[in-house]
Structure formats: C-alpha cells, structure tokens
C-alpha cells in the first residue's frame, strides 16, 4: 500500500510538473506571439518607407543616366539636371535614416523573442523560435551591409554632380567615378537580393512556428 501511495504520489508529481511546463511555455508562446506581431506591424512601416526609397531611387538613377549621356556642351540642360539630382539624393538620404531606423524599431523586438526563447521548456517549440530569431540577425546583418552600400553610393553621386559643376572638367576623371558608382551600385543590388531571400525565409520560419503553435494548441 505505501509502495503504491508513492507511485500515485510520483505520478502526481509527474503529471503537475507536465501542467507546469505547459502552462509556462504557454504563457512564454504568448509573449513571444505578441512581440512577433508587434515586429510585423513595424516591418509594414519599414515595407513602406522601403517603397518610398526605392521610388526616390528610381528617380535620382533616371537623372543620374541623363546627366551622363548628356554632352559638356549641353551646359544648361547638364545643369539642370544636377540641380534635380541633387535634390533627389538630398531626400534619399533622409528616406534612408527614416528607412533604416524603422527596420532597427522591428530588431529590437525581435531580440526580446530571444530572451523569452531561453525560457521555454519544450525542445521543439525552442529550435522554431530560435530559427526566427537566427534568419532575423541575417536579414539585419543584411540590412545594415546594405544601408552602408547605400550611403557610399549617394556621396559618391553627390562628389561626381559637384566634379561636373566645376569650369575645369576633368573628362577621366568623371569616367573613372561613373565606373565606381556602377560597380556599387550593382554590389548593393545583389546585397538587396539576398535580403529578400532571406525574408521569405523569416516569413516561413514565422508561418511554421504559427501553424505549430495553433496545433498543439499552445
């Protein structure tokens, strides 16, 4: 009889401690729930300021291509063109710190996820969030390769239109910064390329870790 009290004891024990980790993972699930769906609003943000760098961008690179087909003895139309130019890369450029800061804001909470990752107590549950978490440092590692690509990018532009302003125009010169600025510029399309990759990742890994959840009922 007392053998058999022990074993229900034991077993009560057992079965409370299970109830235990479910609940603390469950509550876990919802803090980490919650600061992913507070990313993803942020990440919205960050989409549309996105879309509004890469309009920007598109205006300033159909300036930037006229102003090189056009000829030094086009002055008038060369520096009008600059003057538009220079005022596209001036707004890039603020769109950019808004663009970059907005997707920083989405980081920062995702590495909260992380701190409650460490918490949770079921295996699986932690290796799908921890997978989140690790195509998440990727895209910012991704992201902050890019901006800095990016930059170089707009004060290289910003040194050719001053260079084409000045009386005495060096023509090798002018050849030898277009060639630099295209070269760049073609190694931050394939940085933005990557990212992109790497988001769809994210967006799986997230889908994944809500399909599981809503199964198991966590």
């Given amino acids: 009889m007392f053998k058999e009290?022990?074993?229900m004891l034991y077993s009560m024990i057992i079965v409370g401690l299970?109830?235990?980790g479910c609940n603390h993972d469950e509550k876990i699930a919802e803090q980490i729930y919650s600061n992913l769906e507070k990313s993803a609003q942020m990440e919205e943000k960050f989409a549309a300021k996105q879309q509004n760098?890469?309009?920007l961008g598109h205006e300033e690179q159909a300036a930037y291509q006229e102003i090189t087909s056009l000829t030094m003895d086009q002055e008038n139309q060369v520096r009008k063109k600059l003057k538009e130019a220079q005022e596209y890369n001036a707004n890039l450029k603020r769109t950019l710190n808004g663009t970059k800061e907005s997707f920083d804001k989405a980081y920062r909470n995702i590495l909260s996820v992380e701190t409650n990752m460490e918490k949770i107590k079921a295996k699986e549950?932690?290796?799908k969030v921890s997978k989140i978490v690790q195509v998440m440092e990727k895209r910012h590692d991704l992201i902050e390769n890019y901006y800095k690509k990016y930059e170089n990018i707009l004060k290289l532009n910003q040194n050719l239109y001053t260079c084409m302003q000045e009386k005495d125009i060096n023509a090798t010169e002018i050849d030898k910064q277009i060639k630099t600025i295209n070269q760049a510029?073609?190694?931050?399309l394939k940085i933005e390329e990557q990212f992109n990759q790497f988001t769809a990742k994210y967006n799986a890994a997230k889908?994944?870790?809500y399909q599981d959840r809503a199964g198991q009922g966590v």
């Fill in 125 to 127: 549950q932690k290796v």
């Fill in 207 to 209: 889908k994944q870790y």
């Fill in 53 to 55: 760098l890469s309009e």
């Fill in 185 to 188: 510029h073609t190694e931050m």
């Fill in 5 to 7: 009290l022990i074993a």
């Fill in 18 to 20: 299970l109830l235990t």
